[in-house]
C-alpha cells in the first residue's frame, strides 16, 4: 500500500508485509530539501513585498523554485530511502523544524508597528534624496532653497524637488507626492494642508554671511527673506541682485552633513515655508498628541547630503556643542 502525504511538501511511502501470521512495516521515506528553499524564497518575497513605504513602480515577482517532489524529482534527485524508516524522534524534530520556519515566516509576512514604520521612514528619506540628487545634477550641483518668503514669491523645498518627481508637480501635483514627505509614524493632525515631516537644517545669513565658510555652523537650508537676502548681497558684492545658492560642492563633508531632519509639528505643511527650515535639534519635536519615547524609539532618522540614512538621538545628532554635528557644514564638531 502507498499513501502521498503532498501537502508537507515531500511524499512518503510505506509498504506493508506479512511474514508468519504477524505484521512488520517497512517504509521507504525521502524528503528533499526543496521544501526549506521553497519556504525561505516565499518568506524572502513576502518581505520585500510588503516592505516600507509605498510602491513607486511595479515590483516584479521573485522567482521562486517549484514546489518541492513535482513529477519524476525523486529519480532525478537519485534519493532511495532508508530501509529503517522514520523514528519518532526524527519525526518530532522535522515537525519541530517546520514549526520554527513558519514563525520566522509569520513574522517576516505580518510583521508591523513601529519598527516598521521607521524603517518606512528612512525609505521615503532615501527616495527624496534621489530627487535632491536629480535636481543637483541638473543645475550644476546647486541644492534648492530652503524656503522662500520675498513678497508675492513664496515656496519651500518639497515644492522644488516635487518638479523632478513629478512633471506635474504644481499644487496638485504635490497633493499626489505627499506620502513621500511625511513619515507613517508621523500622525500627529494637522489643521490645514498634507503633513510634511521634514525640514532642511537652516544657514543663517544674519549670522554667518555670505559665502559660507569651512568652518560656517549654518546647515544647507537657505531661508531667504528680505532681511536675509540683504544680509547675504552686503557680505557678497558679487550676487548683485542674483539669490545666494547653495551647492553640494560647498559641503566639506557630505557624508557628515544633514540634508533632511525631521520635524514633527502641527505647522510643518506640504508646501509650506513655515517650517520648511529648522535651526536646532531641540526644535525637532513639537508634537501635541503623540509620545516622544514611542516614536522610532526615542530617535530621529537623518538624511545625509550624500544621500545615506542615519538613525540617532537629537543629542546624537547635535555634536559636542548641541548644535552642531550634522546639523552644520563645519567637519568634525
Known amino acids: 500500500m502507498e499513501r502521498s502525504f503532498a501537502g508537507l511538501g515531500f511524499r512518503w511511502s ?30 524572502a518575497e513576502k518581505a520585500v513585498v510588503r516592505g516600507m513605504g509605498p510602491d513607486r513602480t511595479q515590483m516584479k515577482r521573485l522567482k521562486r523554485p517549484p514546489w518541492p517532489w ?20 526524527e519525526l518530532a524534530t522535522v515537525v519541530l523544524l517546520l514549526m520554527v520556519v513558519g514563525g520566522v515566516v509569520w513574522a517576516a509576512v505580518q510583521g508591523t508597528g513601529e519598527p516598521r514604520r521607521t524603517w518606512g521612514c528612512r525609505a521615503r ?10 535636481y543637483a545634477m541638473e543645475r550644476e550641483r546647486a541644492l534648492p532653497v530652503g524656503a522662500v518668503r520675498l513678497g508675492a514669491v513664496e515656496s519651500a523645498w518639497d515644492r522644488e524637488i516635487a518638479k523632478g518627481m513629478n512633471p506635474t508637480a504644481g499644487d496638485a501635483g504635490l497633493d499626489k507626492l505627499a506620502q513621500w514627505f511625511r513619515c507613517p509614524s508621523d500622525a500627529e493632525p494637522r489643521g490645514e494642508g498634507q503633513a510634511r515631516s521634514y ?31 540683504r544680509a547675504a548681497r552686503e557680505s557678497d558684492a558679487t550676487l548683485g541682485e542674483s539669490w545666494p545658492v547653495m551647492r553640494v560642492t560647498m559641503v566639506p563633508a557630505p557624508a557628515e552633513t544633514a540634508l533632511l531632519v525631521e520635524r514633527i509639528a502641527i505647522r510643518n505643511v506640504l508646501g509650506s515655508p513655515t517650517f520648511a527650515c529648522i535651526l536646532h535639534p531641540r526644535e525637532q519635536w513639537a508634537a501635541k498628541t503623540l509620545e516622544r519615547p514611542k516614536f522610532h524609539g526615542g530617535k530621529f532618522n537623518y538624511l545625509m547630503v550624500d544621500g545615506h540614512v542615519e538613525r540617532m538621538t537629537e543629542r546624537e545628532s547635535g555634536g559636542h556643542t548641541g548644535s552642531g554635528g550634522v546639523w552644520t557644514l563645519r567637519p568634525d564638531d
Open 14 to 43: 510505506t509498504m506493508y508485509t506479512r511474514e508468519g501470521g504477524t505484521s512488520s512495516g517497512r517504509r521507504k521515506a525521502c524528503a528533499s530539501g526543496h521544501c526549506g528553499n521553497w519556504i525561505l524564497s516565499l518568506a
Open 70 to 89: 513535482g513529477p519524476g524529482q525523486a529519480a532525478a534527485t537519485g534519493c532511495r530511502g532508508r530501509e529503517d524508516g522514520f523514528t519518532r524522534t
Open 125 to 134: 528619506l532615501k527616495t527624496l534624496g534621489e530627487a535632491f540628487q536629480t
Open 199 to 229: 525640514s532642511m537644517p537652516m544657514y543663517e545669513l544674519r549670522d554667518e554671511g555670505w559665502p559660507p565658510r569651512r568652518l560656517s555652523m549654518g546647515g544647507v537650508g537657505l531661508y531667504l527673506d528680505p532681511d536675509r537676502l
